[in-house]
């Protein structure tokens, strides 16, 4: 029996009731998609100033806030549980919302390339979004294009392919929900492995007469890790043998489980410390003239910008980092290649980068957050007064408490990587002491990165 | 195979959560300390500075002013293309400026640390990021900060060296060699 793991489904009956139900995803995606829709309009023809219109406010403060600070640390994938995005399409593969009507999806069966059977495409796509971030989290219009791009897109390959192709290997949300999920306090794994493997019909898998099988196509029964389950509890309407858990366990789990790194993760790990740094010097700091850069005031400066961007994100930081996982496989006489050492260790930069991430989240929700109410009111910047709040005057809210938040989650990044690091070695490592001398360089890299952050907030 | 080797047999299992103990508490000491206990750093004699301000479309200049923590601050801001506003974090200072005019606000920077300054009037698509920096010094809250990442990474790294991390169901033996 697993102590550090409580059936949340096992607890409380009626959860396991609601999310065996058809209805319960398909109703809360139709609710998300009516939100999506109505961001994707106000975007179009709403204000052009951003501080006024519903979708850079509903999606870039709220949204957002919602998604890294709650969601993910402590829910994982539930955002892709009620993701709106593939809905059309996955509803137009299956000629159905609700119940299950056709045995087979309607698709073009295409097989997806096996080059991009990884996260690379979601990294290239996550970079292009951040270098052209300026643009997209300041222009209504803007932001619009880029939601109704990701519906057209699921939609598209939705038709080509079976399944959720879009969410699997290419929305650049999914790659780093999926990554930062290995941290989630949840979990849906099976409750004896056994049962799967003597189960020869595999069910979820191929799905039944009622109901589908996995839609992000992973077998359940070889479930070790977060990255890859949308939490889209198909599975669990599958099961014929009621084996689905949904776990409630320690923070961090997954950051353990060996199997299943690659360096495409890692430098999924990478890009956003990277980003989140970045983010925070470019947007969070006094330079204008490196804001007109990002902001495309011409497109000479922009592309130094974009160079400098992509040369940090793409060689710096992971070069840096390579360095000290080298000097760590040394230190703790690993007999591992470098490769791996770089790859194994990059998994202590989850944690950091998710609590990175929540810091710099921080400084926007307190100060701008209030920019919700009035746009509650007059969604579009039209004039409306819908709720009565749309005079609602832009109220900073506590922002040194904001800082000092910061600072408190930017620590528990950094212990908790360090046990990572610490973690992880001993997987390789001969004893305890050399487990925790490769810890030491590992435990520099992050101090500075720790150093970093908080002299950018607070220095 | 593994050589597992017993770490904790006779007396020292009696100490060993004693010690522990010990460390954490000293650790959670050493983090109250760090944050409550006064440095030791005197603020110089209090002065009156004075700054001219510009704001721009999406930037104010100077973008980083610092005064030391008692001075009276004095600052004339202007806007040079669109109507822009001034917001201080931690103190509350406002003011709004049409271009072509000028405001001043006065204030005593009474509170060390960094505090944002950030434009309050919705004036283009940057408008949320245009920022400046008011440091008052001397910034204990940064030197707090610094000794707290300090404790904590050195605190979590000794923890580690003197009690090695188990993973759920493994024995509490010292894996010596895997070899």
Not at chain 2, 105 to 113: H, I, L, M, T
Request: proline share 6%; charged share 15%; aromatic share 14%.
């Amino acid at each position: 029996m697993n102590t550090t793991r409580i059936d949340l489904l096992t607890k409380i009956p009626l959860l396991k009731s609601i999310l065996k139900s058809r209805f319960f995803q398909p109703v809360l995606m139709l609710g998300t998609l009516f939100f999506f829709v109505f961001a994707i309009l106000t975007g179009f023809f709403g204000t052009p100033a951003g501080s006024k219109n519903f979708s850079i406010i509903y999606i870039w403060i709220v949204w957002w806030a919602v998604l890294i600070i709650v969601l993910v640390p402590f829910f994982g994938r539930l955002w892709c549980t009620v993701c709106p995005i593939p809905g059309p399409g996955e509803w137009l593969q299956r000629r159905g919302i609700i119940q299950k009507r056709y045995p087979k999806l309607m698709t073009l069966r295409r097989r997806w390339p096996r080059q991009l059977k990884n996260i690379w495409l979601q990294n290239v796509a996550f970079l292009g979004m951040a270098l052209f971030s300026a643009i997209i989290l300041t222009r209504p219009s803007v932001t619009a294009w880029v939601l109704f791009a990701f519906l057209i897109l699921g939609v598209v390959l939705s038709a080509i392919y079976d399944n959720r192709i879009f969410c699997r290997y290419v929305c650049p949300v999914g790659g780093f929900i999926g990554l930062y999920s290995l941290t989630a306090t949840v979990e849906l794994r099976v409750k004896d492995a056994q049962i799967c493997k003597d189960h020869s019909t595999k069910d979820c898998v191929i799905g039944t007469e009622n109901s589908y099988g996995c839609p992000w196509m992973v077998f359940p029964g070889n479930l070790e890790r977060n990255a890859y389950c949308g939490l889209c509890t198909e599975c669990l309407k599958t099961c014929p043998r009621d084996n689905i858990a949904l776990n409630l366990r320690p923070f961090g789990s997954d950051l353990l489980v060996a199997k299943g790194r690659s360096l495409d993760e890692a430098y999924k790990a990478f890009i956003m410390l990277a980003c989140a740094l970045m983010y925070s010097v470019v947007l969070l700091g006094p330079w204008g003239w490196l804001k007109g850069w990002a902001n495309m005031n011409s497109l000479g400066q922009w592309a130094i910008y974009a160079v400098g961007f992509l040369t940090i994100n793409l060689l710096i930081v992971p070069g840096l980092f390579w360095l000290t996982a080298q000097a760590a496989r040394l230190l703790a006489r690993l007999d591992i290649s470098p490769r791996q050492a770089f790859v194994d260790y990059a998994y202590t930069l989850v944690p950091m980068g998710l609590m990175g991430w929540i810091a710099f989240s921080f400084s926007f929700v307190f100060v701008n957050g209030s920019y919700a109410l009035p746009v509650l009111s007059d969604p579009f910047g039209w004039g409306w007064n819908l709720l009565g709040t749309k005079d609602f005057p832009w109220t900073p809210f506590l922002p040194q408490v904001a800082a000092a938040l910061q600072l408190i989650t930017l620590l528990i990044g950094l212990g908790f990587s360090i046990a990572i690091a610490y973690r992880i070695g001993r997987q390789h490592a001969g004893s305890d002491a050399l487990a925790w001398r490769g810890a030491l360089p590992i435990t520099a890299f992050l101090t500075g990165v720790t150093l970093l952050f908080t002299k950018l907030y607070l220095g | 195979m593994t050589d597992s080797v017993p770490k904790r047999s006779g007396l020292n299992s009696l100490f060993q959560p004693r010690a522990k103990g010990v460390l954490l508490v000293s650790l959670a000491l050493l983090i109250i300390a760090v944050v409550a206990v006064p440095w030791p750093l005197q603020p110089s004699a209090p002065t009156t500075r004075r700054f001219t301000m510009v704001s721009r479309q999406f930037e104010f200049e100077p973008n980083t002013i610092q005064v030391n923590q008692g001075d009276t601050v004095i600052i004339t801001l202007t806007a040079d293309d669109v109507v822009h506003g001034f917001f201080l974090d931690g103190y509350g200072v406002k003011m709004r400026v049409e271009p072509g005019q000028s405001q001043t606000v006065q204030f005593v920077a009474d509170k060390s640390g960094k505090f944002r300054y950030r434009c309050s009037v919705s004036c283009g698509t940057m408008h949320p990021f245009m920022l400046g920096e008011l440091v008052v010094g001397p910034n204990t809250t940064f030197g707090r900060a610094v000794a707290l990442i300090g404790v904590v990474a050195i605190g979590v790294t000794v923890y580690l060296w003197k009690f090695p991390l188990r993973e759920p169901g493994e024995s509490t033996t010292e894996v010596r060699s895997k070899k």
